[in-house]
């Protein structure tokens, strides 16, 4: 069956621009993540959706990051005033619920210049 | 907080030899305990897991014991492949079960013919 999408698989942007990441969880997965993977690094929690609510935003490092999940599957993940730092891999996942196996994504590389 | 740390690579292996990849974990309560892994090119993929102390997980050859009074899940495998070669990331889940991951920084595996 089909895995977790995300589009794009690359996003070149310019500092201070907005950008928009999306993700398509596996169909009937409750559970969505998102987190981020610096070069040579393993990945940090960023947030956790479970239906449509976001269940722990701990991870989002300024407000800048926003997520959201409007109806419970496709996750769009914005950030405003991209800095050259926020480059790196944004990874989603998705699980049937919280405490079940974790499926990811592909990435998109994000690059910021 | 919680956290993972693993041995330093890259790890580079002859075929069929001995692997053992070190990692241990700082958590409070009983977290679930991961190995992860990367190929070349590829999505994170699990690899095994063990929710319990003295649980042991195993898949493609792989083992990993939870071993909660030296705080470990050490990787390992009899004979490695050259298609074993990859990043491997131990990971842990909470006890709270929020579902979040959090990953070590990975260790490459390079197994030459």
């Known amino acids: 069956g089909a895995g977790v999408s995300q589009t794009p698989s690359n996003k070149v942007t310019e500092k201070g621009k907005y950008v928009e990441l999306r993700c398509d969880p596996i169909?009937?997965?409750?559970?969505l993540y998102w987190y981020r993977q610096s070069l040579g690094q393993g990945p940090e929690f960023l947030i956790y959706?479970?239906?449509?609510?976001?269940?722990?935003d701990s991870g989002l490092p300024n407000d800048r990051f926003f997520a959201v999940r409007p109806e419970g599957s496709v996750s769009t993940l914005k950030i405003q005033r991209t800095e050259r730092g926020d480059s790196a891999v944004y990874l989603c996942?998705?699980?049937?619920?919280?405490?079940?196996?974790?499926?990811f994504g592909p990435g998109t590389r994000l690059t910021v210049l | 907080g919680n956290s993972v740390t693993q041995m330093e690579g890259p790890v580079t292996l002859s075929e069929e030899a001995f692997l053992t990849i070190n990692c241990t974990y700082t958590?409070?309560?009983?977290?679930?305990l991961f190995w992860y892994v990367q190929y070349p090119g590829e999505g994170l993929q699990l690899l095994l897991k063990?929710?319990?102390?003295?649980d042991k997980g195993s898949n493609k050859g792989f083992e990993a014991t939870y071993r909660k009074e030296t705080t470990s899940f050490h990787l390992e495998k009899g004979s490695v492949q050259v298609s074993d070669s990859a990043v491997y990331f131990c990971?842990?889940?909470?006890?709270?079960?929020?579902?979040?991951?959090?990953f070590g920084q990975g260790t490459t595996l390079q197994v030459k013919p």
């Open positions: 996942a998705s699980s049937r619920t919280s405490g079940d196996t974790q499926y």
């Open positions: 063990a929710t319990k102390a003295d």
């Open positions: 958590a409070t309560g009983y977290p679930s």
């Open positions: 959706f479970q239906g449509t609510g976001a269940a722990d």
């Open positions: 169909s009937g997965h409750t559970a």
């Open positions: 990971a842990l889940r909470g006890s709270s079960n929020t579902g979040k991951l959090i």
